[in-house]
């Protein structure tokens, strides 16, 4: 893994942390205030939501289990799903109940906690993960890069999403973001190292 990834997911970590810290401040309040003006109601993105719904992520990456068993045989990157998908929905769960920030006063807004944004961080993990799984499953660098720049346009768009229909601040979506991605680089540090020392390990037995 290049180290940029790395330096960019300890930036994405601290990023984090200051939001955490700072979201009742003045600026960061006016950030979301002008967030929220700019982009409330807009239909285009608010649709994008129902890709990052629970239900959807856990279905597609069932399906998404189900091929790297029958196509790959790689139980580490079955292994690595479930890191980035299953506990990375438990992280942010989790988060949400010690940090307990309300969500913006709409009516019938939902009574769960808003910090982090869960569509934002479980967007970003699940298609940065179906990305990750693709660029394995094809042999084109060309597909593969295609699939990494579509990924990015839909976690985008499905974080977005959650300023446009006034769910979350837009302080929680770029939290969610930042926790996601830096979960994810843990996570796909794993999965090289892991990979690395098993090649490691067959070369020398030969």
């Given at each position: ?5 790395f ?35 807009i ?11 629970t ?5 597609v ?27 990375g929905f ?54 593969s ?28 979506v ?11 680089t ?21």
């Amino acid at each position: 893994m290049k180290k940029f990834h790395f330096a960019f997911a300890v930036f994405t970590f601290v990023v984090f942390c200051i939001l955490w810290m700072t979201f009742e401040t003045p600026a960061i309040l006016s950030f979301d205030k002008k967030a929220a003006d700019l982009m409330y109601g807009i239909d285009f993105i608010t649709w994008f939501h129902n890709l990052g719904e629970t239900n959807v992520i856990f279905g597609v990456s069932l399906v998404v289990l189900i091929i790297i068993w029958v196509r790959l045989r790689d139980y580490k990157l079955m292994f690595f799903t479930f890191l980035t998908i299953g506990v990375g929905f438990g992280l942010y769960q989790f988060l949400k109940r010690v940090v307990e920030r309300p969500r913006p006063e709409i009516v019938d807004q939902y009574t769960t906690f808003s910090f982090p944004s869960g569509h934002a961080t479980h967007g970003i993990l699940f298609l940065l993960t179906l990305a990750f799984v693709f660029s394995r499953l094809v042999k084109s660098k060309k597909a593969s890069q295609i699939g990494w720049i579509v990924a990015i346009i839909i976690f985008m768009l499905i974080g977005l999403s959650r300023v446009t229909e006034a769910r979350h601040y837009a302080s929680d979506v770029l939290a969610g973001w930042s926790l996601g991605y830096t979960w994810f680089t843990i996570c796909s540090w794993w999965y090289r190292t892991s990979n690395r020392i098993h090649l490691q390990k067959t070369n020398s037995n030969e």
